[in-house]
């Protein structure tokens, strides 16, 4: 198992632990936001599990699917980050569709960069782990 495959098992296995951090009540606050700043409904924990599914079978499958899932899904988090950061709405939960853009009123910046700084951050180092390290190591050779 090459080191970029490893790497999705640990991302998998974070997403998991972020859908079950979710039901634990010490991480919520009295109006149910989760570390006071957002609110996760079950099409995020569909997100966050279906993210954590797709890095296991992408580290089960092989290191150019390792490499794959890093790529696409790094790209698309930490697009949905900055979009968030912008406009106060990301891609992935349909806001910005449903709420469009929200003013500074409505969320305030350090509301808003702490809510999407998880997604900055996933998403930022899944990038550099599918473009940069993947491209800095090799999967080991198959066993004859």
Known sequence: MSLIQKL??????????????????AFNDANGYLFGLFS????DDLLHAFSGVWAGVAAYWSHWASTFYFRLFGAVYFFD?????????????????IDGFRSFDDVELPV???????HLA????????GFWLANRV???PAMA
């Open 8 to 25: 999705a098992v640990v991302y998998a296995i974070m997403f998991f632990a972020v859908v079950a951090i979710g039901y634990v009540p």
């Open 40 to 43: 996760l409904q079950w099409y």
């Open 81 to 97: 980050g900055v979009l968030g950061l912008v406009t106060g709405s990301g891609c992935l939960d349909g806001g910005i569709f």
């Open 112 to 118: 808003r960069f702490f809510a999407n700084a998880p």
């Open 122 to 129: 996933i998403g930022g180092i899944a990038v550099l782990i």
């Open 138 to 140: 090799t999967s080991k």
